[in-house]
């Protein structure tokens, strides 16, 4: 016996978004309350700690976290052209433009490397001072949802993609949900960009 959950493919008449958008609003909400906590902590780290850099650029990469900060702003660009491309009933356009998003964000995480690779090359670490302990926690973190966006993106650009045979309202759905968490991804870099390496 199969049970139909209503409100899938249609909005709800009480909240106005279906089933999967109400979701990822409600797990944003969450991931804002996160990375508002890691905020907080950083300004109030910042304000007292001795061991913090004058300016982040002084011990940052600037020019390679600009690339970064292209990479990700193209991706969102990119992520939504998907999400156009499905609502123009083109499965290949989506594809392209999911698959472009997918290889920006691997983009990241290689500068990421580097960068990273580079502290740990000049012995610096999060135990080294409070800056490096913050700068590591707050943009691993990220990194690593990140990491869970390409493994949604690659899926939904893959096996996920058969849905659109059969459910294609759902599977575009599902798409605009993916791009709401990535659009959140990016603005959370947005923010730790000045925060970490300008300010």
């Known amino acids: 016996m199969s049970v139909i959950i209503p409100y899938i493919d249609k909005p709800n008449p009480v909240t106005g978004v279906t089933n999967a958008k109400l979701g990822i609003w409600l797990f944003l909400a969450s991931e804002v309350m996160l990375f508002g906590a890691l905020f907080s902590t950083l300004i109030i780290l910042r304000s007292s700690a001795t061991d913090w850099p004058a300016h982040g650029s002084d011990v940052l990469n600037v020019p390679l976290a600009t690339l970064n900060t292209v990479f990700l702003i193209t991706s969102s660009v990119t992520i939504v052209l998907s999400w156009a491309s499905l609502k123009m009933k083109n499965l290949m356009k989506f594809k392209l433009h999911m698959g472009l998003t997918v290889l920006?964000?691997?983009?990241?995480?290689?500068?990421?490397?580097?960068?990273?690779?580079s502290k740990f090359h000049h012995e610096h670490y999060p135990s080294t001072s409070t800056f490096y302990a913050v700068y590591f926690t707050m943009?691993?973190?990220?990194?690593?949802?990140v990491i869970?966006?390409?493994?949604?993106?690659?899926?939904?650009?893959?096996?996920?993609?058969?849905?659109?045979?059969t459910e294609p309202e759902r599977f575009t759905g599902r798409i605009e949900c993916a791009g709401l968490y990535w659009h959140f991804v990016d603005l959370v870099w947005i923010f730790l960009f000045p925060a970490l390496y300008l300010l």
């Open 148 to 165: 869970g966006g390409i493994i949604t993106n690659l899926y939904l650009m893959g096996p996920g993609s058969k849905m659109w045979k």
């Open 104 to 117: 920006l964000s691997f983009g990241f995480l290689i500068i990421k490397y580097f960068e990273y690779s």
């Open 139 to 145: 943009t691993g973190l990220h990194g690593l949802h």
